[in-house]
């Protein structure tokens, strides 16, 4: 894929968002009231049937973490009774575990919890990202049927690209770490680039870093750089961290702009670059573990 040129050095500086390192106090529920001193039992602990206590994981962070589904989506399984341990149905997700040994999802026995696996996708326009689509439109999926190494996990993907939008989608074995790329409150920057029509200018761009409302939806600071300008044709870079549905095309299209093409070159640390469009490339796993112990920091 070939993209039109960069500017030169004079471009507004990227926009870096910053991870806040502000502590919550603790609550309390009565203004001025001393906390009281009551033990808490720790989260990840659960008694045997002897009295004594056991290390465990809750079962939706474990089938997530297994590449079953996202935590939510886990959550509502186990809500339908599709989840069980041996013949038994798991009523709730805070069901403790130290292994998922016995446990099944709609009759299928899960196997052992992998090790994260993180892939760049290309996606094309034109797909829908989702496993299945009640239309018969072809998904992701489609593709990626053909473009994952052999030995690949089931795999998910890192947020959404609609329909008409190409470029950088991440794809994960690992419940957990989707939903930690997912959040807003991690601050992870995704970049995109826009071939736009109409009249914009670069002063009215940077407007964006404060924010902007659109039909009582607030988006967030937004840093937008124009790369090339041909008269009414304009080729636009944007990068944000909220990552609403829709949310370029809208903010684009509130400022009068057609948008003609959508792709997004990097989510992260990690870029589009030169992967071909349906291809699917492995991140080295030394770099997804470097990745996760950031995410843990923020």
Same mark, same amino acid.
């Given at each position: ?138 998904? !992701?999926?489609?593709? #990626? ?8 996990? %089931? =795999?998910?993907?890192?947020?959404? +690209?609609? /329909? ?71 080729? !636009?870079?944007?990068? #944000? ?8 095309? %809208? =903010?684009?299209?509130?400022?009068? +702009?057609? /948008? ?39």
């Amino acid at each position: 894929m070939t993209f039109p040129p960069r500017n030169g050095g004079d471009r507004p500086k990227r926009f870096s968002p910053r991870s806040s390192t502000t502590e919550k106090k603790p609550f309390s529920m009565r203004s001025g009231a001393p906390r009281t001193s009551q033990p808490v039992v720790p989260a990840k602990r659960a008694p045997n049937a002897d009295g004594s206590e056991r290390e465990g994981d809750r079962i939706a962070k474990l089938l997530a973490r297994a590449g079953i589904a996202s935590r939510r989506e886990v959550e509502r399984m186990i809500e339908e009774g599709r989840v069980k341990i041996g013949d038994e149905i798991v009523t709730t997700p805070a069901t403790l575990l130290t292994s998922l040994k016995g446990v099944s999802v709609d009759g299928k026995m899960v196997g052992p919890i992998a090790a994260p696996r993180l892939f760049r996708f290309h996606k094309p326009a034109g797909l829908i990202t989702a496993e299945r689509d009640p239309t018969g439109r072809p998904t !992701i999926y489609t593709a #990626l049927r053909n473009a994952l190494p052999k030995d690949a996990p %089931r =795999v998910m993907p890192v947020g959404r +690209l609609d /329909v008409n939008t190409e470029g950088l989608l991440l794809m994960t074995n690992d419940g957990e770490l989707k939903r930690a790329l997912e959040l807003p409150s991690t601050g992870i920057p995704r970049t995109y680039r826009a071939r736009t029509f109409g009249d914009i200018t670069q002063a009215r761009l940077e407007e964006l870093m404060e924010g902007i409302e659109i039909d009582g939806v607030r988006y967030g600071p937004i840093n937008a750089n124009l790369e090339r300008s041909a008269n009414r044709n304009k080729w !636009i870079e944007l990068t #944000l961290t909220e990552g609403k549905n829709r949310e370029v095309r %809208r =903010v684009l299209e509130h400022l009068g +702009l057609e /948008v003609s093409r959508l792709l997004r070159t990097s989510y992260g640390p990690f870029e589009l670059a030169d992967l071909q469009r349906g291809s699917v490339e492995e991140i080295p796993q030394v770099m997804v573990e470097r990745f996760r112990k950031t995410l843990k920091t923020k």
